[in-house]
C-alpha cells in the first residue's frame, strides 16, 4: 500500500506563500496520480491540482494561478506551492493518490485509494 504523509502547512499572514509536500512511502509515485485537496471548516471538500505520474501532466481544478503543482519524483514527492494566500485559503490540505492503470482521466473527482493525513493551513488578515 502507498502511504502519503502532508506536510508545510502553518500560519501565514495574508499575501504569503507555503510549499506542501506529500511525501509517498510504499510505493513509487511515478505509476500515480496524486491530487492535493483542501477542505475549511464547515464546508466540502474541493479539489485543487492533480499531477500525473512519470508524466508529469498537470490539472488544475479551476483557472487558479495562486497555486501549482510539481513533483519530484526522485524524492518520491509532489509539492504543491501555493502564493498570495488569502484568509478563504485557511483549510486542511490533503494529499491522494490513485494508481494510474486505475484511472480514465486525471481530475479531482476520481476515488483516490490513498490519502495524506492532512496539513493545516492558516491564514491571517
Known amino acids: 500500500d502507498v502511504q502519503l504523509q502532508a506536510s508545510g502547512g502553518g500560519l501565514v499572514a495574508a499575501g504569503g506563500s507555503l510549499r506542501l509536500s506529500c511525501v509517498a512511502s510504499g510505493a513509487t509515485l511515478g505509476a500515480y496520480a496524486v491530487c492535493w485537496f483542501r477542505q475549511a471548516p464547515g464546508k466540502e471538500r474541493e479539489g485543487i491540482a492533480c499531477i500525473a505520474g512519470s508524466s508529469g501532466s498537470t490539472y488544475y481544478a479551476d483557472n487558479e494561478a495562486r497555486f501549482t503543482i510539481y513533483s519530484a519524483y526522485a524524492k518520491n514527492t509532489v509539492y504543491l506551492q501555493t502564493n498570495s494566500l488569502q484568509p478563504d485559503d485557511t483549510a486542511v490540505y490533503y494529499c491522494?493518490?490513485?494508481?494510474?492503470?486505475?484511472?480514465?482521466?486525471?481530475?479531482?473527482?476520481?476515488?483516490?485509494?490513498?490519502w495524506g493525513q492532512g496539513t493545516q493551513v492558516t491564514v491571517s488578515s
Open positions: 491522494a493518490a490513485k494508481h494510474l492503470d486505475l484511472m480514465d482521466r486525471i481530475d479531482v473527482s476520481q476515488n483516490f485509494d490513498y
